[in-house]
């Protein structure tokens, strides 16, 4: 079956950076997103990934390893805002998106 | 660019009474919408995939008549719950795409939440 882990829930402090990893084993592989997901909203785009490497946006950068079916989300200068949900992504061989059940990232000052 | 617009945010209805969810693409031509319906500290679940002009595809235990889809124009799909039950109540978030192609993230409206009494 396919299959996608993240880690239910990680703590971190303001001002520290922080890495959220996500495992896939899917039939097939075109590409994994991150979104982010504030409470009682829908998920916003953060990221595409489909090569091996990292993609820098901002605060935000995201890692695949296709090898090794992983990713990382890296956030930086962690904000308040930046509490949320952090969704994995990943698109099979049949363009279906299959998601992660997400990371609640909380924030402490 | 590349907004989703859903309407209603919120709807709260009785029992039995139907509910209809608008989702519009503002600035793209959404070839393909996604409905998906999310619980309460979970994560999305895919009910169904509509591409403009044809039959949705429902995702398996996905009831087609009581989860009616219509994606009649490549800007606006609706999605009709029929007879809604209080276990119908949920988040419902629609997402658009413009392409198939593997970069072509998914644009989500805001959501509706609905509350069947």
């Known amino acids: 079956g396919q299959n996608i882990d993240q880690p239910t829930e990680m703590t971190a402090t303001e001002g520290a950076i922080v890495q959220i990893n996500c495992t896939y084993q899917?039939?097939?592989?075109?590409?994994l997103f991150w979104y982010q997901q504030h409470a009682g909203e829908a998920p916003t785009f953060l990221s595409y990934n489909v090569l091996d490497g990292l993609e820098e946006k901002g605060r935000f950068s995201s890692f695949l390893s296709r090898s090794k079916g992983y990713s990382y989300l890296l956030l930086k200068e962690l904000q308040m805002k930046d509490s949320a949900s952090y969704l994995c992504?990943?698109?099979?061989?049949?363009?279906?998106?299959?998601w992660g059940a997400g990371t609640k990232l909380i924030i402490k000052p | 660019g590349a907004v989703v617009s859903q309407h209603p945010s919120w709807v709260i209805c009785k029992s039995g009474t139907s509910v209809k969810i608008e989702c519009r693409s503002l600035d793209f031509q959404a070839t393909t919408m996604f409905w998906y319906r999310q619980f309460p500290k979970q994560s999305l679940m895919l009910m169904a995939t509509?591409?403009?002009?044809?039959?949705?595809?429902?995702e398996q235990g996905v009831e087609k008549d009581k989860f009616l889809i219509n994606h009649a124009s490549l800007t606006l799909s609706t999605l009709t719950v029929t007879s809604a039950h209080p276990e119908d109540s949920s988040f419902y978030i629609c997402s658009a795409t413009s392409g198939t192609g593997g970069n072509s993230p998914l644009h989500f409206g805001n959501g509706t939440r609905l509350t069947v009494t």
């Open positions: 509509s591409n403009e002009g044809s039959k949705a595809t429902y």
């Open positions: 992504a990943v698109r099979d061989s049949n363009y279906q998106l299959i």
């Open positions: 899917t039939s097939g592989f075109n590409g």
